[in-house]
């Protein structure tokens, strides 16, 4: 239900934009958010973002750099600027199954889509 896309190879500080798109049901009353994860690493909450779209969250490991927005339908993204090496992975959207939370909890997303890779070459 949920399918990500954007992904590709782009050259280190080059800019992609992903995309999360919702399909068969809607999620806009649901947190959504972007994970990644490398080869040989654990998997890595990137940037959530509530029902409203008012609140985010950054890993200090993107922040300044990436950007989480929604169109509070069925639709989540992330401009993805200064791209660096180390952000190379695929990267998956979830959601929260619980209808307007306002904590952006790791654990509280539980719905997966299928992922899209994005490759950063030096």
């Known amino acids: 239900q949920l399918q990500a896309s954007g992904g590709g190879l782009v050259q280190a500080g080059g800019s992609l934009r992903l995309s999360c798109e919702a399909s068969?049901?809607?999620?806009?009353?649901?947190?959504m958010g972007w994970f990644r994860q490398a080869p040989g690493k654990e998997r890595e909450f990137v940037a959530p973002i509530t029902w409203s779209g008012e609140t985010t969250y950054y890993a200090d490991s993107v922040k300044g750099r990436f950007t989480i927005s929604r169109d509070n339908a069925n639709t989540v993204f992330m401009q993805m600027n200064n791209l660096k090496p180390e952000d190379t992975a695929v990267y998956y959207c979830a959601t929260d199954a619980v209808k307007y939370r306002s904590a952006l909890n790791e654990a509280d997303f539980t719905l997966w889509g299928q992922g899209t890779l994005v490759t950063v070459s030096s």
């Open positions: 068969r049901r809607t999620f806009g009353s649901y947190a």
